[in-house]
């Protein structure tokens, strides 16, 4: 009795789970397959909330079940159940209930019997037949699914022909083969890709040559590469092989890292990838690197190709070479080496010269054909060194922050090279003092920052969502109220409203003239109001643009998700007969020049009121350069571009018209409109060069007049001392700085309030870029009580800036995030 129970539950567990799979065996729903010591399970299972049932691997001892492998991921089993078995053939075959074959291992001779085939589950997590001879006749590492596991080869082996790549599942729920794919690519010298279907999206490269590297953010795991007549592969292995983890690429392409973390019973995430704007492959276009702030920077001796966009943060276009009339064939060209980058794309015009081959020889190798535009020269450990060139564009470089990435030497001309020798001589010295200044003063100031903005990105989360929010119930009930003037449907951009234009010409009256506010250099605006009610601004643009229709929308739509309680808010558009028109929200109290520097309506403003508008301005500035997603430099910053609302709150306004307009437009327009003399600062003024440093600048011209009253006239081209910042500077130098606050509200202020605005709106004006604090740091000098640093000289006094334009400095060279530090000299 005892014993043929014990027999049965022998059975019963034999049945369950097998060790092996030979012929005449055969694994069905609820049995499994498992490895030796019980880490890896084969069997049938349904993912997420899927009824299907698919073979697939599994970790043993994880929940939620965590599927590895998976056999029939694009035949699954419907509406009956499973049977894995090992056919005559001596292959492992798939039916469902019905007899229909699912999946096959196919990889026997068909009408070739044969005797004995066993299928066996390692440790590993690959699934192997052995046929007759003992020999791995198939194994499921030849065959991913979306997770790599360690000492799982990727790549190409090049006797079978067999390609062995991730595809990621089309959603949780199915795993069959997505969009997305991680593969090898043999082109150049190999590297590995993530793509979107056929669109590379991120890249990994390996240092050419190299073929063991080790992970230094992980301890423990490398990274072996192979490149010979067999195979191109890659796979990675572990020191502790008790530690889980798989690299997976998951439904939504991304590739992730992740190590089981037996505490918690979780898996953790190493590093996804893409992880941060830089990984994007391509981001910075050809000649271009993406630093390690996601900025783009040109390569040295190459200029952005398109500088509006380049400094609206986009640098796809890339970089074109700056001297492009020289010749740079044998006409004393030379190399810059830069260091700590991912190399760039090796897939196209690159090759490894050759090794053992000393730094000096690489160089003269790549000096003297005429199309190699950089190289590479690494030192293997034991091997010698390895001499790699590129000979066509160079595309998708990253720079590291601190540690890794590799040495690239980019071709340079005569001018250029000239450039790199004397600052590598020059600037040594002066660099070191800066960075003690830099340590002494940032450092304890970051973490007060830190805090701070810590504190107000949780603030601000809250606020900007509950924001969206109103934003898409008053769309939604502007479009109620419209009847006969209906939104035209637009299906494309769900966010963007676009007015008829019918509903905007009876809103304005037909544009009667006294419905107009104002005329600037982009066009006439007018008021009008809805049919319900709602006043609105309507800025008629000048001149239609040349950009397409469909880029203007995109535009306007990116300019319309730019949301904060300090930026005047785009409530839509209308594009129609040659009309292009931008709709705001309408500002009952106009500008603020209107009023600080009317005497009759100064007294509206008490000195309260005046620094609520500073602190706004400031934060509607910051919002613009880092808060938002689009990174905008306003260049136009001043008096009468800062409307109030019914309450008196400063609201910001043309700040995306830049972006709207094509750069050759705006650039006809430099003097007269875009930048307004008395808020420019002198190295816009004088090489066109903005940043936004520049908008510090201007910020710091409103800020002394809203405490004064006075315009800062710009008449001080003829007369330096006389205009108000060299005013305030004197007094500022003499303790005096208070008699230059405004008459009317020599009541109200509170003067250690108005002692720092004065001295942060100095510190804003200083003559030299370097010098001016960032929008952040303004924000945080006005809203506590740290103690502010000593303002230096502030622009355009006692000195006049020379128009001589240095050739090295150039007016061209105008990356953004690396503002070139010109001094003026006295003439
Ligand atoms: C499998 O079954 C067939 C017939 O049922 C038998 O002839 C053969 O010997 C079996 N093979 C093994 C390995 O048990
Ligand atoms: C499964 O369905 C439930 C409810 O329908 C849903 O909440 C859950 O997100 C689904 N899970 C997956 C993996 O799709
Ligand atoms: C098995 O492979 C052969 C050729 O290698 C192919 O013609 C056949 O369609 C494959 N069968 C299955 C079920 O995949
Ligand atoms: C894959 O791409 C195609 C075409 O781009 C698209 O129709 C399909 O929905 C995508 N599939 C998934 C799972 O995203
Ligand atoms: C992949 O491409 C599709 C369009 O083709 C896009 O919608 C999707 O966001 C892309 N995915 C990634 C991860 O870039
Ligand atoms: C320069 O190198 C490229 C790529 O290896 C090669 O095709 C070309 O012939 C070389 N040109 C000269 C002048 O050696």
Redesign the pocket.
Known sequence: MFKSLILIILFFKFCTSLDTLTTNQSIKDGQSLISKHNYFALGFFSPGNSSYKYLGIWYVKMTPQTVVWVANRNHPIIDSSGVLSINQYGDLVLHDSNNRLLWSTNVSVQDQVTTSSVAQLLDSGNLVLVQDNNENVWQSFDYPTDTQLPNMKLGLNLKTGIHMFLTSW??KDDPGT??YSYKINRNGSPQVFLYN?STPYWRYTFSPGNNVFTVTSLPGRKVFFAYNQDEISTYYSDDDPSIMTRVVLDNSGLLQNLMWNDGVHQWKELWPKPGNQCDKYRRCGSYGKCKPDNECMCLPGYEPKSPRDWYLRDGSKGCVRKNSGLSMCKNGEGFVKLERLKLPDASIDAALIGTIMSSSECEQACLTNCSCTAFTSMNIYGMGTNCFAWYGELMDIVEYADEGGSDLNVRVDAIELAKYIRKSKGSLSKQRKLAIALVSIVVPMFLVSLLAYIWLAKKKKTKVKRKVHNQSLNFASTKVSFKGHELEDSSTHPDLPIFDLSCIVAATENFSPTNKLGQGGFGSVFKGQLSNGQHIAVKRLSKSSRQGTGEFKNEVMLIAKLQHKNLVKLLGCCIQEDETMLIYEYMPNKSLDSIIFDHTRASFLNWKKRFEIILGIARGILYLHQDSRLKIIHRDLKASNVLLDAKMNPKISDFGLARIFKEDQTQDKTTRVVGTYGYMSPEYVVYGQFSTKSDVFSFGVILLEIVSGKKNCDSYQEHPSQNLIGHVWELWREDRALDIVDSSIKESYVSDEVLRCIQVGLLCVQEEVVDRPTMFAVNLMLSSETTLPSPKNPAFIFKRPSKKLDLVTGGASCSINEVTITKFEAR
């Open positions: 089309k959603s997505g969009n279907g």
